[in-house]
């Protein structure tokens, strides 16, 4: 189906991202966060490139949201290309000590070169990015073990960027959400609004929900026909929010979209990975 371009760079986020790119100095290790039921589509073009040289490490969270299956194949898919995968569910707390010990580890090589140069030790220095909503804050509660960064069910939460300490060894740098200048492959656009890492204004629901249920009709049919009594089947997607609408909402198609969209990102659908890889290419 035909949708609107979902373009969205507003100014709060230009902020963010030149502050962000300011802290970046000082950091000596990233963990780039992506969200598990879309990694490719999370993942954001020019981070490499602030990145440079520092040590990166990848994290999927959100897998919670995926079948096990699934988070095990990108696993594969990203250790066929060198990259090592760090898993996490900051909802219920998963991967956690694993990831601190990583970034640690990857941070203790900045004090050696210190120690190597007559520098005292100081406490390692990472910051949290990627795109908005991917769950950054809820990361950070988890890995210092507290409510020091807040953390809500919407895009654009945090809206700068703030240092908080975990340890003598390790500090974290929480930042707002970042999107890219321009969302130039639209397909990924759609995805990253289905699961809400775009601000809300954005987009339109009807548009961004109809794109949902043709994704989730070649995925889980089943469930659909479960949650809305209707068989997505060869049924465009604003189609059949119209005809959802007619059968149960007062032909209100705007609220079906919202509640479709809901019901997806609450993970009332079920776990389900609307990025999949190429089974080819996992060796
Ligand atoms: N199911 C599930 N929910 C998560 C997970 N991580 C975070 N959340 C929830 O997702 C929502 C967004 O989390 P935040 O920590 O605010 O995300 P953020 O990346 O900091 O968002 P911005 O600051 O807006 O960029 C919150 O309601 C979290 O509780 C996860 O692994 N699984
Ligand atoms: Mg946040």
Redesign the pocket.
Known sequence: MTTPPIQWYPGHIAKAEKALIEQLKLVDVVLE?RD?RIPISSRHPQIESWIGSKARLLVL?????IPDRDRQRWERWFAARGETLHY?????G?GIAELLKAAQAAGAQVNQRRKGRGMLPRPVRSAVI????????????RLVKRRA???????????QVRWIRVSDEIELL????ILPVKLRDQEAALKLAICDDIGEAAYDNIGVAGAAIELLSQLIPDRLIERYGLDPIHCPGGVYLEQVAEARFKGDTERVARQVLNDFRK?LLGAVALELPDPQEIA
């Not at 969270?61 to 949201?65: G, K, L, Y």
């Not at 807040?150 to 809206?159: C, K, L, N, P, Y």
């Open positions: 966060v598990a969270n959100r897998t919670d949201m996490t569910d900051a909802q219920h998963k990627g795109f908005p909503n991917v769950g950054k804050s809820a990361l950070i509660n960064a807040e953390s809500a069910r919407r895009a654009g939460v945090t809206r929480d930042a707002p959400g993970g």
